[in-house]
């Protein structure tokens, strides 16, 4: 069997994201602008491709944009700067910026208006990350780990405002912010948890599936840190195999040609992806799993499968076990 992990995929932000990209294609149909992702809209190879394959173009800086743009600003959110910039020099945008990403930005503008000092819970160089740095004068202390926190200079602010990247682990967070409060027992603390539901979410289901199928396939981009998180958590449930996820379709297909013994050993097969992955493409994979064990059929008769064979979701008597 193969089974499809409930709630995985494409998350509400990211699919926000890519309408409002396709939206501004059609606008540029009529307007002769070209539309540019600044950055990398999301981290999906697969729905990037589609967006350039219809005319956008993906740009790093507000230097380098072509004649009249009309910018697309990715859910990870901008700097402050970005859009002061934007406003100066009268470029015409549509902004994708998460909810969740924007609370971020005004819980950090308003803690270094107020003059307190601010922490973010995050990878360093994340563009979220950054993002949200800008909105509180790129002042923030970025922490990542027990080291960076332990590496901290004293915060002499009244105030230490505290939140994190949407996408970051509740376990290391909850540990960081343990850690935080014992190295300044004097501190006052703010926390706010900005952790987005969507992830958690869908692990949950990811996890239960990889402890009830042989083989747990993880679509997604390798930049996404979500992905890179849920796969890491599917496979600390140490009873599936979990190979590393993979980008696109294709990507999957050169896995199946190169690992078919794994493969064919595998009876129950279950996939996840991460949230900026379309749930069509985990559905071509799986179908592709099909074809592919199907061809296979003369040498293992056992793997024969049907387009049935891919389900979504555990079914219940596996999902309570
Ligand atoms: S993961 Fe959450 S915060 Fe990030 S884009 Fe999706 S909904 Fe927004």
Not at 49 to 72: F, I, K, M
Not at 197 to 219: E, H
């Given at each position: 069997m193969?089974?499809?992990?409930?709630?995985?995929?494409?998350?509400?932000?990211?699919?926000?994201?890519?309408?409002?990209?396709?939206?501004?294609?059609?606008?540029?149909?009529?307007?002769?602008r070209t539309v540019v992702l600044f950055k990398e809209l999301l981290h999906n190879p697969t729905v990037m491709?589609?967006?350039?394959?219809?005319?956008?173009?993906?740009?790093?800086?507000?230097?380098?944009?072509?004649?009249?743009?009309?910018?697309?600003v990715r859910a990870h959110g901008e700097t402050k700067a970005f859009y002061e910039e934007m406003k100066k020099r009268n470029i015409p945008f549509r902004d994708a910026t998460c909810p969740n990403v924007r609370r971020v930005h005004e819980l950090v503008e308003k803690a270094h208006a107020a003059g307190n000092a601010v922490i973010i819970f995050g990878q360093p160089g994340h563009p979220e990350v950054e993002g949200s740095n800008g909105w509180c004068g790129n002042q923030a202390f970025i922490v990542n780990d027990a080291k960076t926190l332990a590496a901290l200079p004293a915060i002499r602010a009244e105030e230490i405002c505290v939140v994190c990247q949407t996408t970051a682990g509740r376990n290391r967070t909850g540990e960081l912010l343990e850690m935080l409060r014992s190295?300044?027992?004097?501190?006052?603390?703010?926390?706010?948890?900005?952790?987005?539901?969507?992830?958690?979410?869908?692990?949950?289901?990811?996890?239960?599936?990889?402890?009830?199928?042989?083989?747990?396939?993880?679509?997604?981009?390798?930049?996404?840190?979500?992905?890179?998180?849920?796969?890491?958590?599917?496979?600390?449930?140490?009873?599936?195999?979990?190979?590393?996820?993979?980008?696109?379709?294709?990507?999957?297909?050169?896995?199946?040609?190169?690992?078919?013994?794994?493969?064919?050993?595998?009876?129950?097969?279950?996939?996840?992806?991460?949230?900026?992955?379309?749930?069509?493409?985990?559905?071509?994979?799986?179908?592709?799993?099909?074809?592919?064990?199907?061809?296979d059929q003369e040498r293992v008769p056992a793997s024969r499968m049907t387009a049935d064979s891919v389900v979504a979701g555990l079914p219940a008597a596996s999902a309570s076990q």
């Open positions: 193969i089974v499809i992990a409930e709630n995985c995929g494409m998350c509400v932000g990211a699919k926000n994201s890519v309408e409002l990209a396709e939206q501004a294609l059609a606008e540029a149909e009529q307007s002769g491709g589609r967006l350039r394959e219809r005319g956008a173009v993906c740009c790093d800086s507000l230097d380098g944009l072509p004649d009249n743009p009309l910018v697309v190295r300044m027992p004097d501190a006052r603390i703010t926390w706010h948890n900005t952790i987005c539901p969507a992830p958690i979410a869908m692990q949950g289901p990811s996890r239960q599936l990889a402890m009830n199928c042989d083989i747990l396939f993880t679509i997604g981009g390798r930049k996404s840190a979500n992905t890179t998180e849920l796969r890491e958590y599917c496979k600390a449930a140490n009873a599936a195999e979990c190979p590393e996820q993979m980008e696109t379709c294709r990507e999957f297909h050169e896995y199946l040609e190169k690992n078919g013994d794994t493969v064919r050993r595998a009876k129950r097969y279950g996939f996840t992806a991460g949230a900026s992955t379309p749930l069509s493409e985990v559905r071509k994979c799986a179908s592709l799993l099909v074809s592919w064990l199907n061809a």
